[in-house]
């Protein structure tokens, strides 16, 4: 800086006499008396940064990394963040050096900023968490006169997720409960996170509703709705399809018999094995519809059988599987698809059929909403898009 005249000298030599504030300055390069009479000599300052007053909110922190696919997180989610004091910007004071190291080994792989006051942790896993555990740390200060001040901090990363299923399958008036659980090392076991500490919500309490522990009650048939669970800046979310008992039943069946069964069209009608049509006949002759067939049959028709059947009866769905109608939930647990178009001779072509088993979560947009896809019973998620314009949807 540069200082004029007596005036100045003397506010100079005031300004040294004053206790030393955060951030104290030494004078060098010229004495007091060449400043008075050489009021043009140019003083060179360094600035000290006192580091007596610096603390730290917290010596631990426990944080979380989500482990689903589909979630919603805000800024904050999966940061541990250390807020300090006594000291204006410490991270961005140039006259401070800063080193952090990981004084406990590297059981967990962290990711580090500081900016401001803040010092924030976060692992590589931040949204598909694989490290969980814990780490030390130290975090050492050193100012331009070789003052140190060290903290010794702990972070504690645990893997967060869904205990329950995303696609919630109800009759009216059925419940289930959902849950999230957390792991607390990479290799431990996931235990249950108590339903008080989350906030639950649904997005039309006319189709379900959910209570502060995580219990859906499914209120109106045949609609989907969703609910949601939020935790540490996560917000997770379960499909709800709301559908008559006996389409519960009828799924059931349907997943069951897949997941028992060997794929054949020569044995399609026997224990053990399946094909498209048979598993559908077969799942719905539980409740008392044999889609074309009477109650004494015992082989299934094709799906082109089924679908003429069900067209002839005025069961089609407008719109199919469109884009329009999975945005809007508007098909029903245990509608089915048929697969049309094909040289086979066939009603409409068709030569498949797929029972649908509601609509599982895509993605979450954005703005929070989720994305629904279709799920089906003998083929993943979101297996047919939305269709074609050979494909068409009946009720049975």
């Known amino acids: 800086m540069r200082v004029k005249g007596v005036c100045g000298a003397l506010a100079l030599i005031m300004a040294l006499s004053m206790p030393v504030s955060t951030n104290a300055s030494n004078v060098k390069g010229a004495s007091i008396s060449e400043i008075i009479t050489n009021p043009n000599t140019t003083v060179e300052t360094t600035q000290v940064t006192d580091l007596s007053n610096l603390k730290v909110d917290k010596k631990s922190i426990t944080y979380y990394n989500n482990t689903n696919a589909v979630v919603y997180a805000d800024d904050d989610a999966g940061k541990a963040v250390f807020t300090f004091s006594g000291v204006e910007d410490i991270f961005d004071d140039v006259n401070v050096d800063v080193d952090v190291s990981y004084t406990g080994g590297n059981s967990v792989k962290l990711e580090y900023d500081g900016t401001g006051n803040a010092l ?150 026997r224990q053990g094995y399946y094909d498209c049509s048979s598993l559908v006949w077969r799942s719905y002759r539980l409740i008392g519809k044999y889609l074309g067939t009477s109650s004494r049959a015992t082989y299934a028709p094709t799906a082109a059988g089924i679908a003429q059947y069900l067209e002839g009866k005025g069961k089609t769905i407008s719109g199919g599987i469109s884009k329009s109608n999975t945005d809007n939930g508007k098909l029903i647990a245990g509608d089915l698809l048929f697969e049309g178009g094909a040289s086979n001779g066939r009603y409409r072509g068709v030569y498949h059929v797929e029972m649908f088993t509601g609509y599982d979560i895509s993605y979450i947009k954005s703005n929070g909403k989720p994305v629904y896809m279709n799920s089906w019973a003998s083929k993943p998620d979101g297996r047919y898009g939305y269709g074609t314009s050979n494909d068409f949807v009946c009720r049975p």
Do not use: H
């Open 120 to 269: 924030t942790f976060s692992t590589q896993s931040k949204y598909y968490g694989k490290n969980a555990g814990k780490q030390k740390i130290q975090v050492k200060f050193t100012n331009s006169d070789n003052e140190t001040k060290t903290f010794s901090l702990k972070v504690f990363a645990y893997n967060l997720r869904q205990r329950t299923d995303s696609n919630v399958l109800l009759a009216k008036d059925k419940t289930k409960t959902v849950k999230l659980e957390r792991q607390k090392s990479t290799n431990g076991s996931w235990r249950g996170i108590k339903a008080e500490k989350v906030t639950w919500k649904t997005s039309n309490k006319n189709v379900a509703k959910i209570s502060n522990k995580g219990k859906i009650t499914a209120k109106k048939k045949s609609k989907t709705c969703y609910v949601t669970g939020e935790y540490e800046n996560y917000t997770y979310y379960w499909s709800v399809n709301v559908t008559t008992a006996d389409k519960v039943k009828v799924i059931k069946t349907a997943k069951n018999i897949y997941a028992t069964s060997k794929y054949s069209q020569p044995l399609r009608m």
